[in-house]
């Protein structure tokens, strides 16, 4: 069958690229990917397969491809939202929504996961087990789609589940992974403090909120340094601090955001307790209200080290001319919604190099001018296809 099934993937190179081309020219943002959902829908009518449309909370898609034997269950996992971002890469087929565009490789993601997934419908009576191919929304904005296409129930006969990410660490044949915490989970906050506002000639009659929304900043910075183990990672960064008043006026009130990461549910853990203290402090030390909003996002991405060092295997001994390194990679500081499948399912979500050709320094995900070299998606199919026929040893 991995004959068969590589020779498939070798001969639909073009579609993949084409489907990713479309998906490139009409992007649509997070939980707002309508037509993107009924693109991926389309393309699976009259196969032999069961489709369950608008799974979780947006548009979720799950494709449940029953194999001809019975045995082990897995989820294969592409995301296919967009982000909010104009695109600058002037390429021809560049996105045609203003203002939206696929800088994070999604596209990319579901045009090589709806290729592979009809190459295994063809083949499903070889298969000792059901695939289930996930295609998700809204990967991008918190909450996710994720946790709840997981809490939707339609998942929970899988024993596994496996994705990739286009990421531009390599070139194109490039394949990485990396066992255990991979991916920061992360956790936002917004802060209003309520002083009392007055003249900047009589502080003493007034409150101000400024110097406490300083104080605040500052201190929360010793969470990180003084309450985290040096061997531990975690980030506390507040991006907003809405202050602005008259330069002779005392302010009543400012408000302020911040985006924290961290990678083990322990640090998690210490630093939103160490937050909500230092913020009761607050309160004490100068005198105001404070009302604070602290959600948990996504948790930190934990890859099973068993099943990892297994696709780490079966990759290594591919013996593909298209994989031409499989390397570790280091831990990742962004956060993925795919931890979300880690935590109920033991998964690994690995990494498919796309640097693009002649490029030395390739711009990073999620900026204007991202792009992939179109070989990383056969790469990315040919990868995912050998780790399925490797877990369910089909030669």
């Not at 009576?125 to 809490?151: F, L, M, N, R, Y």
């Not at 900026?367 to 030669?395: M, Q, R, S, T």
Request: charged share 25%; aromatic share 10%.
């Amino acid at each position: 069958m991995k004959t068969k099934l590589m020779e498939m993937l070798e001969s639909r190179k073009e579609e993949m690229i084409e489907i990713r081309r479309h998906l490139h020219e009409n992007p649509e943002i997070s939980f707002k990917e309508e037509k993107t959902a009924q693109y991926i829908l389309d393309f699976y009518k009259g196969k032999d397969v069961e489709v369950h449309s608008n799974v979780g909370n947006g548009y979720g898609i799950i494709v449940t491809i029953k194999g001809g034997k019975p045995g082990k269950n897995i989820g294969l996992r592409a995301d296919f939202d967009a982000l909010p971002i104009p695109e600058e890469t002037g390429l021809p087929f560049a996105s045609k929504n203003e203002g939206v565009s696929h800088m994070c490789g999604h596209d990319g993601h579901t045009a090589y996961l709806m290729v592979l997934a009809d190459c295994l419908i063809q083949l499903k009576d070889e298969i000792p087990g059901t695939i289930k191919i996930i295609h998700q929304h809204a990967e991008e904005v918190p909450p996710g789609g994720a946790k709840s296409i997981v809490e939707s129930g339609l998942l929970d006969d899988l024993d596994n589940v496996f994705g990739i990410h286009l990421l531009p660490m390599g070139p194109a044949g490039e394949v990485g992974y990396h066992a255990g915490w991979s991916f920061n989970g992360r956790a936002y906050l917004k802060l209003k403090i309520q002083g009392r506002g007055g003249h900047g000639s009589s502080p003493h009659l007034a409150n101000d909120a400024i110097v406490a929304g300083a104080h605040f900043v500052t201190a929360a910075q010793t969470i990180i340094s003084r309450r985290l183990s040096p061997f531990d990672i975690g980030v506390i960064t507040i991006g907003s601090f809405d202050g602005k008043g008259t330069f002779n006026v005392i302010k009543d009130s400012v408000e302020l955001e911040g985006d924290i990461r961290y990678m083990t549910m322990e640090t998690k853990e210490t630093i939103e307790k160490e937050v909500k203290r230092l913020v009761r402090g607050l309160e004490e030390e100068f005198g105001v209200t404070c009302e604070l909003t602290y959600e948990n996002d996504y948790p930190p991405l934990y890859n099973d080290p068993e099943l990892t060092e297994k696709v780490a295997e079966f990759l290594k001994n591919a013996n593909d001319e298209v994989i031409k390194e499989v390397k570790e990679y280091p831990a990742m500081s962004p956060s993925e919604d795919f931890a979300y499948y880690a935590e109920k399912f033991p998964s690994c979500f690995f990494y498919i190099a796309c640097t693009p050709k002649g490029v030395e320094k390739p711009y990073f995900n999620h900026n204007p001018k991202f792009d992939i070299d179109e070989d990383a998606l056969l790469v990315a199919a040919k990868a995912v296809g050998h780790v399925v026929c490797g877990y369910y040893e089909l030669d």
